[in-house]
Each structure stands twice: as C-alpha cells, then as structure tokens.
Nanobody, 114 residues
Framework: QVQLVESGGGLVQAGGSLRLSCAVSGSIFSINAMGWYRQVPGKQRELVAIITGGGSTNYADSVKGRFTISRDNAKNTLYLQMNSLKPEDTGGYYC????????WGQGTQVTVSS
C-alpha cells in the first residue's frame, strides 16, 4: 500500500515562502516521476513541477525561477520550495508519484494573501 502524505501548506503573505513536503511510504517498483500539482475550485489540476527518476526537472512557466522541486531519496520525501509567493499561487497542492501506476496524496492548502 503506497501512501503519500503532504505537509507544509498554510497562509502566507505575498512575497513570502513556504516549503511543502511529501512523505512517501510503501512499496514502489521504480519511480518514473514525482511531482507537485495545484488545483483551485472549478479548474482542472495542473502541473506545477516535476522531477524524473533521473533527476531532470520541469516547471510550469508561472513558477519558474520562484519554485524548486527536490527529493531526498534517503528519507523518501519530495519537497517543493516556494519563494516570492503570489496570490495566484493559491490552491490545493497535491503530491504525485508514478511508477507502473500513479499515486496521489490528499493535498495541502496554500493560501497567499495580497
């Protein structure tokens, strides 16, 4: 049973920073990719940042230069460092891990006030 548990969300003023964490437990065969997605009410979940099994990263244009995705293999944890936060970054942030199937966490809320 694979479980993903996100933490680190909260309320922050514009210009501030947050670091999200995603603790991964359970048996994963071979990770193809890990990522963070954002969803706001009434809209589809969208990719924020992704890191492949080989360590390559990719970011949504809206967060390039402000967000950094990383992972600690020893701790089985995925991170998202978010700097210079903007109100439009507000939303539920979901951790994703993909091997032969895709797993999702329950999400953590990020609210950026102006």
């Amino acid at each position: 049973q694979v479980q993903l548990v996100e933490s680190g969300g909260g309320l922050v003023q514009a210009g501030g920073s947050l670091r999200l964490s995603c603790a991964v437990s359970g048996s994963i065969f071979s990770i193809n990719a890990m990522g963070w997605y954002r969803q706001v009410p009434g809209k589809q979940r969208e990719l924020v940042a992704i890191i492949t099994g080989g360590g390559s990263t990719n970011y949504a244009d809206s967060v390039k230069g402000r967000f950094t995705i990383s992972r600690d293999n020893a701790k089985n944890t995925l991170y998202l460092q978010m700097n210079s936060l903007k109100p439009e970054d507000t939303g539920g942030y979901y951790c994703m891990v993909g091997d032969m199937q895709v797993y999702w966490g329950q999400g953590t809320q990020v609210t950026v006030s102006s």
